[in-house]
């Protein structure tokens, strides 16, 4: 059974920095096309992706966003990390992460997903 | 960059059948998956590359894709798949994926 978690703070002030971790089960991040993903969802917004991590450390970052943005992983922990700085109050959203098993093609999709986990930017 | 467009709303009523579009510049060429998302969970895919459909999902949900458009059928609507729908692409320009703004389907 595939499971995904995210953890990390529900409150951060504008100017810090965001960390946020997956961690997961079920699949291993050393399997060929296997990847996990973070997106995001502002209250009452769409889905944004944010970035994704490939099985062979291969990063893509969303373009309007990678300035901020760094994906890394833990394999022997089953994590994976998301930091985004200077966070500001348009980043509050839920954020997801996902995991994917053909990644780079077009059944690029995500079949598990996180519950996500509620990020407030405010002073 | 690639824009995946989405009505805001859809409604339909019980055992009808509902039809979501998401328009895109000759979407029929790339693979579409589709999401839907009750309030406050995190999505559930129902449709993945234009019209398979993961184990778990009922027959009622299928989807097509034509041209500029993809569409998610659902028949026979439940009162139960009340729920935002996203639809979903990857670019393989960029290796990044979009989504669509999302539908809301009500079920009268």
């Known amino acids: 059974q595939v499971t995904l978690r995210e953890s990390g703070p529900a409150l951060v002030k504008p100017t810090q920095t965001l960390t946020l971790t997956c961690a997961f089960s079920?699949?291993?991040?050393?399997?060929?096309?296997?990847?996990v993903s973070w997106i995001r969802q502002p209250p009452g917004k769409a889905l944004e992706w944010l970035a994704r991590?490939?099985?062979?450390?291969?990063?893509y970052y969303n373009t309007s966003l990678q300035t901020r943005l760094t994906i890394s992983k833990d394999t022997s922990k089953n994590q994976v990390v998301l930091t985004m700085t200077n966070m500001d109050p348009v980043d509050t959203a839920t954020y997801f992460c996902?995991?994917?098993?053909?990644?780079?093609?077009?059944?690029?999709?995500?079949?598990?997903w996180g519950q996500g986990t509620l990020v407030a930017v405010s002073s | 960059s690639y824009v995946l467009t989405q009505p805001p709303s859809v409604s339909v009523a019980p055992g009808n059948t509902a039809r979501i579009p998401c328009g895109g510049d000759?979407?029929?060429?790339?693979?579409v998956h589709w999401y839907q998302q009750r309030p406050g969970q995190a999505p559930v895919l129902v449709i993945f590359?234009?019209?398979d459909r993961p184990s778990g999902i009922p027959e009622r949900f299928s989807g097509s894709n034509s041209g500029n458009t993809a569409t998610l059928i659902i028949t026979s609507v439940e009162a139960g798949d009340e729920a935002d729908y996203y639809c979903?692409?990857?670019?393989?320009?960029?290796?990044?994926?979009?989504f669509g703004g999302g539908t809301k389907l009500t079920v009268l």
């Open positions: 991590i490939d099985w062979d450390d291969d990063k």
């Open positions: 000759n979407i029929e060429n790339k693979g």
């Open positions: 590359y234009d019209s």
């Open positions: 979903q692409v990857w670019i393989s320009s960029t290796d990044h994926v979009v």
């Open positions: 996902a995991r994917s098993r053909n990644c780079g093609s077009s059944r690029y999709y995500f079949d598990s």
């Open positions: 079920g699949f291993s991040l050393t399997t060929s096309g296997m990847c």
